[in-house]
């Protein structure tokens, strides 16, 4: 970012109880990571700072593992004594956390949590356009439908609290509809949410084309080569796990000597080459042991 770039900061609210996913949606993995790690590194990736997670209460079954993942990747947390009703709520504890600031944002991203196709390419095409004209709403749409996340100038985040009690923040980017900016996608990403179990096997019954990083765990001597616990490939989707074998010679030079003879679990499972790699499964490399019996 230039000196004379309009600052933004990323608004995630994550404290909804997943009632109709029946788990805690935002602590699935995808790529080896909670979903809400995930958002909150892609919007740090992009440029967006501070993150800020408005999570649920501590003492909500999910809180303490949601406040420590969202953490861990580098957010802002904010901890309610008692989990918001709405997104709205969430976001109005928000804000006011952000206008404490000696200098507040210029500007922030509004964006779900459950956004397990939201990378830092797509964040970062949508502040570029903000910053050209960084007093106006900025929507993501695909096939003309809009979807987030959303970029609202700072001084329409101090009118939130304004709205009436059953209005949320699209009634105010419906109010000021003549000052929205639609940027074209072409990848449906921007749409997609996890609600129900539903939406997670189409998820996965459908990966996104285009590419997709993936963390991959790591073992014995596949960890000494490597110096890290775990690496992150670059994949073209939709993948297998020979893709993935290929990925890790040329990403990582020091797997080279073993990547062809390990063998790879998915989901804690040993696959086959052909396997294809699903969105949201777990990955880890498992080299052969050696020795020889007595």
């Known amino acids: 970012m230039s000196p004379i770039d309009p600052t933004i900061a990323a608004?995630?609210?994550?404290?909804?109880?997943?009632?109709?996913?029946?788990?805690?949606?935002?602590?699935?993995?995808?790529?080896?990571?909670?979903?809400?790690?995930?958002?909150?590194e892609a919007l740090l990736a992009a440029g967006a700072q501070p993150v800020v997670v408005v999570a649920p209460p501590e003492d909500?079954?999910?809180?303490?593992?949601?406040?420590?993942?969202?953490?861990?990747?580098g957010a802002?947390?904010?901890?309610?004594?008692?989990?918001?009703?709405?997104?709205?709520?969430?976001?109005?504890?928000?804000?006011?956390?952000?206008?404490?600031?000696?200098d507040p944002p210029a500007g922030f991203l509004l964006t779900p949590a459950d956004s397990p196709r939201l990378d830092a390419s797509l964040v970062g095409r949508l502040i570029a356009a903000w910053r050209e004209r960084p007093d106006r709403i900025v929507a993501p749409t695909f096939d003309g439908r809009r979807g987030?996340?959303?970029?609202?100038?700072?001084?329409?985040?101090?009118?939130?609290?304004?709205?009436?009690?059953?209005?949320?923040?699209?009634?105010l980017v419906a109010e000021y509809a003549s000052e929205v900016d639609e940027i074209a996608f072409e990848s449906d990403a921007i749409l997609v949410d996890l609600d129900t179990p539903?939406?997670?096997?189409?998820?996965?019954?459908?990966?996104?084309?285009g590419t997709t990083t993936?963390?991959?765990?790591?073992?014995?001597?596949?960890?000494?080569?490597?110096?890290?616990?775990?690496?992150?490939?670059?994949?073209?989707?939709?993948?297998?796990?020979?893709?993935?074998?290929?990925?890790?010679?040329?990403?990582?030079?020091?797997?080279?000597?073993?990547?062809?003879?390990v063998r790879i679990?998915?989901?804690?499972?040993?696959?086959?080459d052909a396997a294809a790699l699903r969105l949201g499964v777990s990955l880890a490399l498992i080299p052969p042991v050696s020795g020889g019996g007595g």
């Open 11 to 40: 608004i995630v609210p994550a404290a909804g109880a997943s009632l109709r996913m029946g788990r805690p949606k935002l602590l699935l993995e995808f790529g080896g990571r909670p979903l809400i790690a995930r958002v909150v």
């Open 76 to 102: 802002d947390v904010i901890v309610p004594e008692s989990r918001p009703a709405t997104m709205r709520e969430s976001v109005e504890l928000a804000v006011v956390e952000l206008g404490w600031s000696e």
């Open 148 to 171: 987030h996340p959303i970029i609202l100038p700072w001084r329409l985040a101090l009118e939130i609290a304004d709205l009436s009690p059953d209005e949320g923040v699209n009634a």
């Open 265 to 272: 679990a998915v989901d804690d499972e040993y696959a086959d």
């Open 60 to 73: 909500a079954p999910e809180g303490p593992a949601i406040i420590q993942a969202a953490v861990d990747a």
């Open 214 to 261: 993936r963390t991959v765990r790591l073992f014995a001597i596949a960890r000494q080569l490597a110096g890290s616990g775990e690496v992150v490939v670059s994949l073209d989707e939709p993948a297998t796990v020979a893709d993935l074998r290929r990925a890790l010679v040329e990403q990582h030079p020091a797997l080279g000597a073993i990547a062809e003879r």
């Open 198 to 209: 539903e939406d997670l096997r189409r998820l996965e019954d459908s990966p996104a084309a």
